[in-house]
């Protein structure tokens, strides 16, 4: 049987908000120039393959296997590929999208939602089969609503607000359970267990050589800049996770012979905040600019999403689901849920571990779960004596010199 399409608006309510979303110019945004800068600065050959991933995604092309959007680190990937459907992460950070959002959502939301919205104006979704969104803060909860008018199907993940797994380990794999079989239905499938072994077993790869990747960069200072690091982590939005592992195997390889630049940076540190996307580019440019290394990161883009495996050790069907909910919720750092233990004791390990300076926790204007964490981690680091900088941001380029006098009076100030 198929799954019956979901919308979160009535179409009698919904046929008023179409029109919001149909812009008289075909505009599709032109990322050439930039991403030629940045090649021009990498010291890797074999970076081109994730930079030509990303040079222009927003044109969704119609593939063989359905097409199944979705916006948080929260979305448990291998349920969908198991199911046939190839998964594409559609956050956006791009200020000419975020313009056409304003029309849509304007008042105050945060730049990146505003961003997904106006993304959505062109008809570049209509190859998407399926929309899901999560649980997770406000602005993505209402996202169900908003994009409901444009888009052919939503299924929506409702989570628990607490990410202890002990506490809401049955309600959190309830959620991923149902959404596999609506998707068993919807796409008339029938994965067997292997079929979802196998997916967890070519996650895990992905996470293994992400992993050496994270701890070269962090301890070989300069062989990969954060132009690189940060277009690697988001082409794995597009690209699938084979794919990706088999180019990143290469890359890593060349790597471990690649000399480090210990000269150009001055400082090693922590990047914290919502994630960075790509052409959002600003703070690394500040960054790069000043002669600031990131030494490591914990955001939903890159570390959060591919950090951790699947922990397969029994093989039942239930079981399996069970350690994929734990790969998505025992480590999860996403501040809409309880659970910022987790985020202060990552800053402290990776700290330690890597010797760095300080942590620099980069947020978007209007995220109130990210700001709400700052003041706690600022007072808990100023103990430990870290040095602490938050900056707050948006998608303009309006303050960048502002941010880089900040940012340079703190790398001064850290002997
Ligand atoms: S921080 Fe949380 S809500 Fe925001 S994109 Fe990441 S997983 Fe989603
Ligand atoms: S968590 Fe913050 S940055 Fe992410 S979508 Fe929600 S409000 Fe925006």
Request: aromatic share 12%; proline share 4%.
């Amino acid at each position: 049987m198929k799954e019956e399409n979901k919308k979160f608006i009535e179409e009698k309510y919904s046929k008023y908000l179409k029109n919001l979303y149909y812009r008289k110019t075909k505009f599709l945004p032109d990322y050439k120039e930039q991403i030629q800068k940045y090649k021009s600065l990498s010291r890797l050959k074999n970076i081109d393959i994730f930079y030509n991933a990303i040079s222009n995604p927003k044109k969704i092309e119609k593939k063989e296997k359905p097409l199944v959007g979705y916006f948080c680190a929260l979305v448990p990937e291998e349920l969908i590929i198991a199911c046939g459907g190839e998964p594409i992460r559609l956050c956006n950070e791009d200020l000419h999208y975020l313009e056409f959002g304003e029309e849509i959502v304007s008042g105050d939301i945060c730049p990146l939602v505003k961003a997904i919205c106006g993304s959505f104006c062109q008809n570049n979704f209509n190859n998407i089969d399926l929309l899901v969104t999560t649980g997770t803060c406000d602005s993505k909860i209402k996202l169900s609503e908003i994009l409901s008018p444009v888009v052919k199907d939503i299924y929506f993940i409702d989570l628990p607000r607490n990410s202890d797994y002990k506490e809401s380990i049955n309600y959190w794999e309830n959620s991923y359970s149902n959404f596999y079989e609506y998707l068993k239905k919807k796409f008339n499938v029938k994965p067997t267990r292997k079929d979802l072994i196998k997916v967890c077993e070519i996650t895990n790869e992905r996470t293994r050589i992400f992993r050496r990747i994270y701890d070269l960069k962090a301890k070989k200072i300069g062989v990969m800049n954060s132009f690189d690091y940060f277009i690697m982590t988001n082409s794995s939005f597009f690209l699938s996770p084979y794919e990706w592992s088999e180019h990143a195997k290469i890359l890593y390889e060349e790597m471990l012979k690649t000399n480090t630049e210990e000269d150009k940076y001055k400082k090693k540190i922590l990047l914290a905040g919502p994630p960075i996307i790509f052409p959002n580019f600003k703070i690394l440019e500040i960054l790069e600019e000043i002669g600031c290394y990131v030494g490591a990161e914990i955001m939903c883009s890159s570390y959060g999403y591919l950090f951790n495996p699947v922990e397969l050790d029994e093989e039942t069907e239930r079981s399996i689901l069970r350690t994929l909910t734990l790969k998505y919720i025992a480590p999860s750092f996403c501040p809409c849920f309880l659970g910022i233990d987790k985020i202060i004791n990552a800053i402290l390990e990776l700290f330690e571990k890597y010797k760095l300076d300080g942590v620099i926790f980069y947020n978007l204007r209007l995220c109130n779960v990210y700001e709400i964490e700052i003041p706690i981690l600022r007072n808990i680091l100023k103990e430990k004596e870290i040095p602490f900088l938050s900056i707050k941001t948006d998608l303009g380029k309006e303050d960048i010199g502002q941010i880089k006098t900040r940012i340079e009076a703190f790398i001064e100030m850290i002997d």
